[in-house]
């Protein structure tokens, strides 16, 4: 298809359902903590607002987790189906992390998500306010070992290669290798930065369409203060990630930056624009500013790092690609510092939810922290080529022989039943979002306010008066 | 160390995949049977009474794969590679039918025959994939240096479409058993019609796979046909036509859960039967558990985890099928 090899094409189809499934645990690992704070907050300001607004996102959680455990499915059998040489080799190390990830989550779907979701009225507000907790130490918990098998890969230690496929010899230094500390406090960072915009969004749509009241502006409110806080904080740990990627990885940063060659004596520039191209090895059009490079990465004037050119060219990832997909990350980070600052000025001068030019940046601003978080993972992931784990096995080793017809057409259905299957769960989330936190009688369980009596299941916290398709009007 | 862990790690998905074919057997039937029921109501009572277990159903497929890639990692490779378009055919099948399960219950009216369609449909490619996956699996893997050697299409013979065929049946004569014993009235005698219509062509399906696997594979009839192997193995296809006569006369009966029982039964015997062929090859035809697991401190590490944490899943599931235990009438669903 489109004279792409079976390569490209198993990577494009990899890469397009876990960009699917990536989007869901995000916001899952976001709202789990979110949803503990509005706990916490009732439980000791006895304040009706954070009740409310519990109950409004852990419906919108409850669809979301869905989604994610329905895209995770396919996960689970793709590392074999398409990367059947990878699995074979390396199975030892990621499967009993893929593994520990996967009964984390179903211990956690098993143990306290039903009561997290149905339990408000069933048990007493601190056991429920422990199983609110549990879930969100869950998500994380998942997140450190896929996060660790991940980082395995791109910086394997702790293991030896015994007949042609890896051996753990020493299972922390494993889970403990040298970017997973990095990448997983990037991660779960660009998770709660995510879910704030989100939320962030959610409230300024709401205040836009006048629908002003204390719960949507408590919601709005939070949000900014968590973009105020946490942009910042993960600017620096992305630094951090940075300096260390540069240490293990540096031809990804090399890539990144669109860096060649280094000018003896000469401090590396930093370019802000430009079109590298891989074949005359040089970045066309740069706009650049002298020295910073040196000062961002090595943190001095002068100081160097190695060229994409010092590289053979079978090692080197695409620098095109890793150049524009860093920069959509910065950028839209960068973007999410100014929200965070402009909400701190007009707090100051009281008019936060009043400034209508703020409250369209801030929902426009809604899925940025989703785009950003996939930018970051495309810059790391296509960076890490051509190996698949790195320095040890190369992409185009670990790929499954099926030719480019089998490869093309199963990228077909891919793509039209995710979209459609998907897009319909993300419009029905959106759907919930639009109908705003309401002021409700908590007497009543979730289930006997309009819904079809079918517990345990996350999707059925989710009301029933509110048709997936879009378009529609409410029943 | 003195544990047999690949042994262990065997039984461990071996339990995983049967507890899958159990569970989501008979809610995969569900959406089989939807083509034979034409009304709304009794539609939202068959959906109703598989609704609150039916997402805990494909956890354990999820485990199934994520514990093979860890103690099997060559045999995931090379089963998955081999099924590649079956897998992702299924795994497409069972998205589109969760997703339609759920959809339905918050659909506008106008929309419900959509889902409905969509749920039926789905239910259909996930268990003919699972069937024809099966077959192939039965029939071997072309295997060069460990991994898979042939083609995209090796998966599809006459004898994987007809055990696609095969699953069909079985799961919807679960789905259809597991009706009689979770309804009432009119929608239960009409389960027991259609069971009783399934339970013979079953038997055909299975006498007839039980006989086309030995007579193309010498090694799979030698273990059942040589002595002494046919004396103690003889009480499988005994009990599976004594359980079949058994299922027969209780669906004409007034009994309720023993006909879902006696169906389970058979497909317990069936599943017993390939694990005896098979044995103790888990990428048939050459590759035994041994040669394919992980080394033991792979193994061994994922073992603590799994250890400590089935027997949670084992009492959640249990205790969900506890509470929603009885009948399931229209028009309402669980209080």
């Known amino acids: 298809m489109f004279g792409l090899t079976a390569l490209e094409l198993a990577r494009i189809q990899f890469g397009f359902t876990v960009s699917f499934h990536i989007v869901f645990p995000a916001i899952t690992i976001g709202l789990a903590s979110y949803l503990v704070v509005l706990e916490g907050l009732w439980l000791t300001r006895k304040d009706p607002v954070y009740r409310d607004l519990y109950h409004f996102w852990s419906t919108i959680f409850a669809v979301n987790f869905a989604m994610g455990v329905v895209s995770g499915l396919v996960m689970a059998y793709e590392f074999g189906t398409n990367w059947s040489f990878f699995s074979a080799f390396a199975g030892p190390i990621t499967g009993p992390l893929l593994a520990y990830e996967v009964l984390t989550a179903f211990f956690l779907e098993a143990g306290f998500l039903g009561v997290a979701l149905f339990g408000w009225n069933k048990v007493g507000p601190g056991l429920h306010f422990f199983a609110t907790a549990m879930v969100a130490l869950g998500t994380l918990i998942s997140t450190t070992w896929i996060l660790a098998s991940n980082s395995w890969m791109q910086t394997p230690q702790g293991f030896e290669i015994v007949d042609g496929r890896v051996v753990p010899v020493d299972w922390l230094k494993v889970i403990f290798n040298p970017s997973f500390p990095y990448r997983f406090a990037h991660m779960t960072i660009a998770a709660f930065l995510s879910t704030a915009l989100f939320v962030g969004a959610s409230g300024a749509w709401h205040l836009l369409r006048g629908n002003d009241n204390k719960r949507t502006r408590k919601m709005f409110s939070m949000a900014m203060w968590m973009v105020l806080a946490v942009a910042p904080v993960q600017i620096v740990v992305g630094d951090a990630h940075g300096l260390n990627t540069l240490e293990h990885q540096p031809a990804k940063i090399a890539a990144m930056e669109g860096h060649w060659r280094n000018k003896p004596g000469e401090g590396v520039p930093l370019i802000l624009f430009g079109i590298p191209d891989m074949e005359t090895e040089q970045t066309r059009y740069s706009i650049e500013i002298p020295r910073l490079g040196s000062i961002i990465l090595t943190h001095s004037l002068s100081g160097q790092f190695k060229g994409l050119a010092e590289f053979e060219r079978r090692d080197r990832p695409n620098s095109l690609v890793l150049f524009w997909s860093f920069r959509v990350m910065v950028g839209l980070g960068m973007l999410m510092l100014l929200l965070g600052a402009l909400g701190l000025f007009l707090r100051w001068r009281g008019q936060l939810f009043e400034n209508r030019i703020f409250l369209r940046f801030a929902a426009v601003m809604g899925p940025s922290g989703l785009i950003a978080l996939l930018a970051g993972w495309y810059t790391t992931e296509i960076g890490r080529q051509p190996w698949v784990v790195y320095g040890v096995m190369r992409t185009e080793d670990a790929v499954s022989n099926h030719s480019a017809l089998a490869l093309s057409l199963t990228l077909v259905i891919f793509v039209v039943v995710y979209f459609s299957v998907f897009g319909l769960g993300v419009s029905y989330m959106l759907k919930l979002v639009g109908k705003g936190p309401l002021e409700t009688d908590h007497t009543a369980t979730p289930r006997e306010q309009g819904q079809s009596p079918r517990p345990s299941r996350p999707l059925s916290a989710a009301p029933d008066n509110v048709d997936p398709i879009p378009g529609r009007k409410d029943k | ?335």
């Open chain 2, 1 to 335: 160390m003195g544990i047999d862990l690949p042994l262990l790690w065997a039984i461990i998905i071996g339990v995983g995949l049967m507890m899958y074919v159990v569970m989501d057997g008979f809610d995969l039937g569900i959406g089989i049977l939807f083509p034979f029921v034409a009304d709304r109501a009794d539609r939202d009572t068959m959906v109703n009474s598989v609704a609150p277990v039916w997402d805990g159903n494909e956890t354990w497929l999820v485990f199934g794969g994520a514990a093979m890639l860890a103690a099997f990692p060559i045999a995931y490779s090379v089963i998955l590679s081999a099924l590649y378009l079956p897998l992702i055919l299924m795994l497409v099948g069972l998205i589109w039918r969760g997703v339609a399960f759920e959809f339905r219950f918050k659909a506008d009216e106008g929309h419900k025959g959509l889902w409905d369609k969509a749920f039926a449909c789905g239910s259909y490619t996930a268990t003919f994939c699972q069937g024809v996956s099966l077959g192939a699996f039965i029939d071997g893997f072309k295997v060069e240096g460990g991994a898979y050697a042939g083609g995209l299409l090796d998966w599809l013979s006459p004898f994987s479409v007809f055990t696609g065929i095969g699953l069909l049946l079985a799961y919807a004569l679960l789905g259809a058993t597991w009706l009689v014993m979770k309804t009432e009235g009119d929608l239960q005698r009409k389960m027991r019609k259609i069971s009783l219509r399934f339970v013979p062509m079953l038997l055909v399906a299975i006498f007839i796979v039980s006989l086309w696997t030995p007579f193309s594979h010498p090694a799979i009839a030698q273990r059942w046909f040589s002595f002494p192997n046919v004396v103690f193995l003889a009480p499988v296809p005994i009990l599976v036509v004594l359980a079949t006569w058994a299922l027969s006369k209780t669906l004409s009966s007034e009994s309720h859960a023993l006909p879902f029982v006696l169906t389970l039964m058979i497909l317990f015997l069936g599943y017993s039967g390939l694990a005896i062929s098979m044995w103790p090859n888990i990428v048939p035809p050459g590759i035994s558990i041994w040669e394919a697991a992980s080394p033991p401190q792979s193994l061994g590490f994922a073992l603590v985890g799994a250890l400590f944490i089935i027997p949670f899943i084992m009492a959640y599931t249990a205790w969900s099928y506890y509470v929603f235990r009885g009948k399931v009438r229209a028009g309402e669903g669980y209080h």
